[in-house]
């Protein structure tokens, strides 16, 4: 309970020290005028309240992250405490927001063009491509996930025993479309039709769920005990297969770190209404994030009775995390909300999935410079990346859709993060503050590259390490070129 403890309160004091300490690293002035004011369009530049950004913003980020890739990053041990504290704190967050107050200051640009703003054309051109196909996975995704949750309870009987694809039910596939007709919808109105209106609802439910599980650990320790971070042992069974370095930083994600998490700040950059929103809306949102993980990530390895036995549950529900998540809430919180819980979880997929279109769609638009006024335009932009979001649902298995997005998602924000010392650096900031952190994710990701058995799958650990530090320098070497040069 002392490492979980501290890790919540360290959470808390860093929105009130560090995000402060960040906002004037940015040069935050509550009197400049923001592009909710300056370029209204009554589609994607809306001004909208404070509370109603960072609500937004949560659900936005949060999707299954913090609850799923905390309950099976738990696995690895109380060493996970460690990454969702620090990586929230000093990258996460600091990645939310410096991208947040980027986009802000600049006409609420997507992050590709930000990315080529800082690190040239070329990577612009790159990013456009890299970061659209990671808008459509995700989306695919947070689409198959709640589909599946949704189908596997419901019945029809007179469909019970067919299928409209190999392996794909009726009911899921009639699911699936219910889902992409929402996400046509919530893609094409202006965000203030429904994202306005119904996310900020979900967004308290997803911390209610949290809280709910918080005082569950609070006031039933006796019964549920959390394990003390007493050393940075990898207890995840088959420990060999997957090391901490780099496992561990892509299972955790969203509540650590995530590179789709820049692509969303853009989203609120257009609705705030005053600089000063930013700390709340981006640092805050990403602190909310990471307490809720922590919460999960506890839960996990508490209701088990250790980590070993959280290890067998995973094993023993072929790694779904949405039966885990089910049968702890059914035990912890009773029946009637549990079943809320599991509403909340497929809330909290659907809406994330339905503004990686919307990113897509922006980050399409500002591409070719094409208006979003029109409601022909937006459609056109669209509808193919709707028609190759369920091509890949269909065409891959879901392991490894949601492997590749894994990688993509945090190689996303080592670019980000890289993005972010140029722009330090050419302000005359301090540089630290992202140089470090873009040289750790530098590193998990050129190790994850040879270690996964997705990629190269190197045995010898030893050697896809060193493969993965000369990766690293190597890229670190043409960033700083990059950034010497722009």
């Known amino acids: ?72 990053g738990a696995a690895y041990g109380p060493v996970a405490f460690l990454w969702i504290t620090l990586g929230g704190i000093f990258m996460g967050a600091m990645h939310d927001f410096i991208a947040g107050v980027i986009s802000l200051k600049n006409n609420g640009l997507s992050l590709p063009e930000i990315i080529g703003k800082y690190l040239g054309n070329g990577t612009k051109m790159f990013m456009r491509i890299f970061t659209v196909f990671l808008m459509v996975l995700v989306g695919a995704v947070f ?158 390895m508490a209701f088990w009775g250790n980590v070993e036995g959280l290890n067998n549950a995973i094993a023993e529900n072929g790694g779904n995390a949405a039966t885990l998540v089910n049968i702890i809430s059914d035990t912890t919180l009773g029946s009637t909300i549990a079943a809320l819980v599991i509403f909340g979880v497929i809330a909290c997929a659907i809406t994330s999935g339905d503004t990686a279109f919307r990113s897509a769609r922006l980050i399409v638009a500002d591409m070719f410079g094409i208006s979003q006024q029109p409601l022909s335009k937006r459609i056109y932009v669209s509808l193919p990346l709707f028609a190759v979001g369920l091509f890949i649902i269909f065409a891959l298995p879901f392991q490894t859709i949601w492997s590749y997005f894994a990688w993509t998602n945090q190689t996303l924000a080592a670019i980000t993060l890289w993005c972010i010392t140029s722009y330090l650096a050419k302000s005359k900031k301090p540089v630290i503050i992202a140089l470090i952190p873009a040289l750790i994710m530098t590193y998990i990701c050129s190790s994850y590259i040879f270690i996964s058995p997705m990629m190269f799958g190197i045995e010898n650990h030893t050697t896809a390490y060193i493969c993965g530090g000369m990766l690293t320098l190597a890229i670190a070497a043409a960033a700083a070129l990059k950034i010497k040069r722009e």
């Open 1 to 72: 309970m002392i490492t979980f403890l501290t890790c919540l309160a360290a959470l808390v004091i860093a929105y009130f020290t560090y995000g402060k300490y960040l906002e004037k690293v940015c040069d935050i002035d509550e009197k400049n005028p923001t592009p909710a004011s300056t370029m209204y369009d009554g589609v994607d530049y809306i001004p909208m309240p404070r509370w109603k950004t960072f609500l937004i913003q949560l659900l936005n980020i949060a999707g299954l992250g913090p609850i799923f890739g905390a309950i099976l």
């Open 143 to 300: 689409m198959s996930q709640p589909a599946t949750l949704i189908a596997t309870n419901i019945s029809i009987p007179a469909l019970e025993t067919s299928q409209v694809f190999t392996g794909t039910s009726w009911e899921l596939f009639a699911t699936l479309m219910v889902i992409l007709i929402y996400y046509i919808l919530a893609t094409l109105l202006p965000i203030d039709k429904i994202i306005g209106r119904f996310y900020p609802i979900f967004g308290i439910a997803l911390l209610v769920m949290a809280l709910g599980i918080l005082v569950v650990l609070l006031f039933q320790s006796d019964t549920y005990t959390i394990p003390e971070l007493t050393s940075l042992t990898n207890m995840k069974c088959d420990a060999e297969k997957f090391p901490i370095i780099p496992m561990l930083f892509t299972t955790i994600a969203c509540g650590a770190l995530s590179g789709f998490h820049a692509t969303q700040s853009p989203l609120m950059a257009r609705c705030l209404t005053n600089e000063k929103q930013s700390r709340p809306i981006f640092y805050g949102a990403m602190i909310a994030e990471s307490i809720i993980a922590l919460i999960w990530a506890a839960i996990a």
